[in-house]
């Protein structure tokens, strides 16, 4: 396991709630990512890769955090695309980059909406940590 | 954390924690549960999410918490708030990302024991013909008018498009559509995410049951609804699918700014609430009743396509194969209505969250046929086990804004179920003891096992005991179908 960066799936009664932690906020994010597609039960097809040019901003790092993640979920439903490979900067609240990824094969489960319940990125002795609760 | 001991005891099913509790809250919570089902929810943080409920601008009476509660995002899941109209302000968070998610009942003729070996070709025919499972697609794609249309008439439009009679939209909550919505306050990717789905059930503890009715509790009730013991009986559980998601989504990311700008602080960003009579109020109000109007017509759509399975399954072996509707009730909405509170009448916003509306008898808005024995209320229990038909009361009326519980309530989260149940053992059992399954995840099946729930018949007790519902009929399930 990457004592550095990862993602873990933590108990909640109803929902889904995920521990993530990072050096950096882009690393937080993609492990964010990474931890949704997984709980998702998410299969991609091994080609072709597709790839998407992605600007976001918010007024804060927790909204720009939904956003990015509710970009995915809206990409999975109307696109079919599932997303595991970034390449993302975040600057002022601004996340520009290319994310990478291919076609959906299979979703085993239905993820609602990315929820900000007590959600804060926080600094840490591993770097930055948050959690995140998904409506399922 | 709070413990058994902030709690007064008001009676057996009936529980307070003063407003004393803690600084911030605007009012008490009330607990509508045994010391049972309260015990099993201790570790959980749903009384924590209702008292954090309770520090809203413009509550009035009580936050209830209903005896299925357990721990959501923002509000606890069986919450229910009434906030003053129009200066108190609406919760998107308080209502849920899948706005009217709701129960629809339908009743027949057909007598299980006549039907009973053609029940495993029922519920082929019902997977068959209801769209289910993640990402699915409808029967019909809609333009941007047809979307439109449904954003603004519900069930209304599947009557003009032949897929509803007119005493399904009479027995449906609101008559299956509620005024006020406008599609220009929607977004675009709401718009996009709701054009393929409708008529489609999605996944998650969403399902479709054939259930046979086991008891009646109340003949003159269950005759009005056209409800008899050993009938088989369909109920569809589910919501506005991914239009309504995106509709929550979009809210509640804007009144992360409504907050800063009307000066309110909350314990949770979750709870992100604006004034009703501000311009996000008064969006966010005509946006959610759009997807009101979608989930209606999508349970409306799903009926239809039942209908055809029912007809497909069962036309020439059963006498008459012919589903009426009971009716059809929300537990995730946000509604404007008058209620009594403290002797002084008045309109509120009464969001509920995990709760169904249960208005007593003789209340405005209830068809002609159900205006003497109160307003049915549906509660699915969890998958293999029973639910319940019960009628709301004067006793909803005067305690609980008109409300009562939605289902079983969860106990064992996703994760550990799945770790404590194999799905495939699951559908094994379930089939054992005469339950037909068609499941499109197994790993899905089994984070909606039964042992993940509490028992719904102590939910029952609870709420009839404490005078907020009256039992009708309990059914049990002869076939499930989930995504």
Sequence with gaps: MDTTAGYREREHTADWELEIWAPDLPELFAQAARGMLALSGARLEPEPRRERLLELEAPDAESLLVAFLSELLYLAETKNLGFDDFEISIHSY????????????????EIKAVTYHNLSIRKTSRGLEARVVFDV | MINLQDLIKISDYEWEIPRSFRQDMRVPVRIFATRKLIEAVMDDRSLEQAVNSATLPGLVGHVLVMPDMHQGYGFPIGGVAATRYPEGVISPGGIGYDINCGVRLLASQIEYEEAREHIAALATALNHNCPSGVGTKGHVRLNDSELNQICRQGSRWALKQGFASE?????????????????????????????????????????????????????????????????????????????????????????????????????????????????????????????????????????????????????????????????????????????????????????????????????????????????????????????????????????????????????????????????????????????????????????????????????????????????????????????
């Design chain 1, 94 to 109: 601004r996340l520009r980059g290319r994310i990478y990824g291919a076609a959906l094969t299979w979703l085993s489960k």
């Design chain 2, 167 to 483: 005493a399904d939209v009479r027995r449906t909550e609101e008559g299956g559509v509620l005024e006020g919505a406008d599609p220009d306050a929607v977004s675009k990717r709401a718009k996009e995410r709701g054009r393929a789905q409708i008529g489609t059930l999605g996944a998650g503890n969403h399902f479709i049951e054939v259930d046979v009715v086991e008891q009646i509790f109340d003949a003159q009730a269950a005759q009005a609804m056209g409800l008899f013991e050993g009938h088989l009986v369909l109920q569809i559980h589910c919501g506005s699918r991914g239009f309504g998601h995106q509709i929550c989504t979009d809210y509640v990311n804007e009144f992360q700014g409504a907050v800063r700008r009307y000066g309110i602080q909350l314990p949770d960003r979750e709870l992100v609430c604006a004034p009703l009579n501000s311009p996000e109020g008064k969006n966010y109000l005509a946006a959610m009743r759009c997807a009101a109007n979608y989930a209606f017509a999508n349970r409306q759509v799903l009926a239809h396509y039942a209908r055809k399975a029912f007809e497909e399954a069962l036309a020439g072996k059963v006498q008459n194969w012919h589903l009426h509707q009971v009716y059809d009730i929300a537990h995730n909405m946000g509604k404007i209505e008058t209620h009594v509170i403290d002797g002084e009448r008045m309109k509120v916003c009464v969001h509920r969250k995990g709760a169904t509306r249960a208005f007593g008898p003789g209340y405005e808005g209830l068809p002609e046929e159900y205006r003497s024995i109160g307003q049915p209320v549906l509660v699915p229990g969890s998958m293999g086990t029973a639910s319940w038909v019960l009628v709301g009361t004067e006793g909803s009326m005067q305690r609980s804004f008109g409300s009562t519980c939605h289902g079983a309530g969860r106990v064992m989260s996703r994760s550990k179920a799945k770790k404590t149940v194999w799905g495939e053992d699951l559908r094994s059992e379930l089939e054992a003891s005469g339950i037909h399954v068609r499941a499109g995840s197994m790993a899905g099946l089994a984070e909606e096992a039964p042992q993940a729930y509490k028992d719904v018949d102590d939910v029952i007790d609870a709420v009839s005991g404490a005078g907020i519902a009256r039992k009708v009929a309990r059914l049990v399930p002869v076939a499930v179908i989930k995504g």
